[in-house]
């Protein structure tokens, strides 16, 4: 189970944190993906690190988002600074066993869902 937690309302050029707590698995054995969907877009890959450590950004947030990991309190979190406009959605964090990096971009590749979490950003 995965519980999404943090999100908000921040003005443009503010920070969020947000968090995704494991349960019930062990969060190092798994890869992890932040995904946002915004109304009327498809579910997108935000951030993702795998098992070995790999991280991957989506080009619209590199530099400005930060994935990290505490496997001791199974928890990931995704640091969101300057944030846009553009950045508004609800924030999912997901875990999936055995993803390799050149999967981490696909949904389907991931076992288990948190609830979302919704982020808006006003202008």
């Known amino acids: 189970q995965l519980q999404a ?5 921040v003005q443009t050029g ?3 944190r947000l968090s995704c707590a494991a349960s019930g698995f062990t969060l190092n054995y ?4 932040w995904f946002r969907q915004a ?3 498809e579910r997108e890959l ?3 690190i795998t098992s070995d450590g790999s991280t991957d950004y989506a080009d619209s947030v590199k530099g400005r988002f930060t994935f990290s990991r505490d496997n001791a309190k199974a928890t ?5 600074d300057h944030l846009k406009a553009e950045d508004t959605a609800v924030y999912y964090c997901a875990a ?4 390799i990096l050149s999967e981490v971009r696909r949904a389907r590749a991931y076992d288990y869902w948190g609830q979302g979490t919704q982020v808006t950003v006003s202008s």
């Open 14 to 16: 503010g920070s969020l």
């Open 5 to 9: 937690s943090g999100g908000g309302l």
């Open 96 to 99: 999936g066993q055995g993803i």
């Open 46 to 48: 935000v951030a993702s």
């Open 30 to 33: 798994y890869a992890i993906g």
């Open 76 to 80: 990931v979190f995704l640091q969101m």
């Open 39 to 41: 109304p009327g877009k």
